[in-house]
């Protein structure tokens, strides 16, 4: 496979890369976001969509007419709501999810900002945030845009993806490695 400037290959971000370009040029990069990040709450929020976009049962004209009644009703127009009908039609919905993660990566680089995911055992407050944030900008060298998610099951701590390091601080791990020590003593 040939090698890019950008770790980013892939359907998800062959796509998430055109609606950028398309978004430069228009000057619309941060409503495509802004309409992208509603989208994606839609989705964590609904198990019909994920049923819809994850399901190869629907057609594609019945995937196009729901994604369009619903990009519709939310009120996701222009470069944001012409991409998701795209995407209905071409049958590559299951891949939206990859795509506007692609797409946070290319808009907040160029930004000059990196991009960390972060999941949680529970929900961080803005100043837990933007502490997260301050330190990872010293980690980085430069800002840094955070996606947080909440699992439960890490009962404690964070897990930090920023590019190719992984930094875990979850009780989880911390108690299964506990655990895997305790079985080689034993």
Known sequence: ???????????????AGSLFELARQSNSIAKVEADLNSFEAMLEG???????????VFSSEDQAKAI???????GITGLA???LRVVAQNRRLFA????????????????????????SAHALTVAQQTEL???????????VAITVTVDPSLLGGLVVKMGSRQIDTSLKTKLNSLKLALKEVG
């Open 133 to 143: 944030k301050a330190a990872l900008k010293s980690v980085a060298g430069k800002d």
């Open 68 to 74: 369009a009644a619903i990009a519709d009703k939310a």
């Open 81 to 83: 709501g012409n991409f």
């Open 46 to 56: 609904s198990a019909d969509l994920t049923r819809l976009i994850n399901s190869p």
């Open 1 to 15: 496979m040939a090698q890019t400037s950008s770790p980013i290959s892939g359907v998800a971000e062959r796509y």
């Open 96 to 119: 939206i999810p990859g795509m506007i993660r692609a797409f946070r990566q290319i808009a907040a680089e160029a930004r000059g900002e990196t991009t960390a995911d972060v999941t």
